[in-house]
């Protein structure tokens, strides 16, 4: 339940979350961005059930900017002069930030990791309107990193603004994600054959993660149940310290049985796309029932 997000944790996001799944019992089908290889059971439970029928029809991705690189070109030549799969990339999604405090202990983390990094730091919009815009890039990032951060890991890491997550993950020299666990960077990260190590941050993230580390065994656990401006029982706000960062950094980049793992999961999912695959075959039955219905 730790994972839950706290709106199901209460009476009334209970309630609506059972309203909800029943209103998509009025549907005449469901399509889910995932593939059958993946997550086996979740989809073979739901033929036992009431539900309309489930199309599995994943992995969607937009790999439109994967060839043109066309964000931070400095980045991407930086990242092509680097060894195969020698770099991590920690990259939170487009409403992905922290404050101050934990931003300071990621570097510390990354600093103490010794591995090269691409780090995407984002500015946190104003407090009273954290959900209506999204983050900005900091002119300048070291005003919230520690002093001399970017000095000293000159040459082995860079810290950016904002990229095109697909287009990094796509590059070889890319061997280890540290993720808010989005099920878009998920599925993202195995297509690529890049091992993630969680961060979650809000909403289903939680679940994401638990996920990919407890049932699929895709994923290393940096932290499962981690929620951003959580406050502790001690009423201070929760922080991901840099030993954990730098233990989750080591796990991510270290475990070559994972890494195997995961490239075997890569290997799947671009095979179910093609003619042939399951969520090819998935697309197919789900047009064959959209024209029985018409007629």
């Known amino acids: 339940m730790r994972v839950f997000p706290e709106l199901y ?3 009334d996001g209970l309630d609506f979350l059972i309203c909800a799944i029943g209103s998509m019992r009025k549907a005449k089908g469901i399509l889910i961005n995932t593939f059958l290889e993946l997550e086996t059971h979740a989809i073979n439970w739901f033929s036992g059930t009431n539900f309309p029928p489930v199309y599995p029809v994943g992995p969607l991705l937009n790999l439109d900017s994967v060839a043109g690189k066309a964000d931070d070109t400095n980045v991407f030549r ?7 799969a020698s770099v991590v990339l920690l990259c939170f999604g487009s409403m992905g930030c922290f404050d101050e405090a934990q931003l300071k202990e990621i570097a510390r ?6 591995h ?3 780090w995407s730091v984002r500015r946190p919009p104003p407090q009273e309107k954290s959900f209506e815009v999204l983050q900005d890039d900091y002119d300048d990032p ?3 990193l520690p002093d001399g951060f970017l000095e000293r890991t000159s040459g082995v890491g860079k810290v950016i603004g904002w990229a095109r997550r697909v287009s990094l993950l796509a590059n070889e020299a890319v ?13 993202e990260s195995l297509w690529f054959g890049v091992p993630t190590t969680t961060l979650p941050i809000y909403c289903e993230q939680q679940m994401n993660a638990f996920e990919m580390v407890v049932d699929l065994g895709l994923a290393v656990d940096l932290k499962l149940d981690y929620k951003i401006n959580v406050i502790n029982p001690e009423g201070d706000t929760v922080i991901v310290m840099a030993e954990e960062i730098e233990r989750g950094i080591r796990s991510v980049m270290e475990d070559n049985e994972m890494r195997a793992k995961v490239k075997e999961m890569s290997n799947m999912s671009r095979a179910t796309v093609v003619e042939g695959g399951s969520s090819y075959t998935s697309v197919g039955y789900l047009i064959k029932d959209m024209m029985r219905n018409i007629i």
Request: charged share 15%; net charge positive.
């Open 9 to 11: 944790q209460k009476q």
């Open 142 to 144: 070291r005003v919230v």
């Open 78 to 84: 930086w990242l092509d002069s680097q060894p195969w």
């Open 175 to 187: 061997g280890g994600f540290v993720s808010h666990c989005g099920w878009n960077s998920m599925i």
């Open 116 to 118: 090269r990094f691409v």
């Open 109 to 114: 983390g990354l600093e103490r990791s010794g």
